[in-house]
């Protein structure tokens, strides 16, 4: 069993900032990437920022003003949001694609599946 637990979601103001954690937990082999989605009300979910590797991936709605990073050590991501804007109100959602060691289609191995938090809610006031 797998889990992912966000935190750091709340209310902020306009060109503030607030920074968004989610640990990784379970009969974890790896953890191959990370990464944060968010859905604003009536709108689908879109992604932020993504991390693999080395490698780093954002919507051009935030790049300049968030930052995705990974401490393997201890299975966390974390979002850096800066210069928050009332555009960016959302619940963000923290996601993994890991291999876990479990009895799957084709017995018992590794299987690489993706993960998802429960999500967090990040308000920006004008």
């Known amino acids: 069993q797998v889990q992912l637990v966000e935190s750091g979601g709340g209310l902020v103001q306009a060109g503030g900032s607030l920074r968004l954690s989610c640990a990784v937990s379970g009969n974890i082999d790896r953890i191959n990437a990370m990464g944060w989605f968010r859905q604003a009300p009536a709108k689908e979910r879109e992604l932020v920022a993504t991390?693999?590797?080395?490698?780093?991936r954002y919507a051009d709605s935030v790049k300049g003003r968030f930052t995705i990073s990974r401490d393997n050590a201890k299975n966390t991501a974390y979002l850096q949001m800066n210069n928050l804007k009332p555009e960016d109100t959302a619940v963000y959602y923290c996601?993994?694609?890991?291999?876990?060691?479990?009895?799957?289609?084709?017995?018992?191995?590794?299987?690489?599946?993706?993960?998802w938090g429960q999500g967090t809610q990040v308000t920006v006031s004008s």
């Open positions: 991390t693999e590797n080395d490698s780093t």
């Open positions: 996601t993994a694609d890991v291999t876990v060691f479990k009895v799957g289609r084709q017995g018992e191995g590794l299987y690489e599946d993706d993960y």
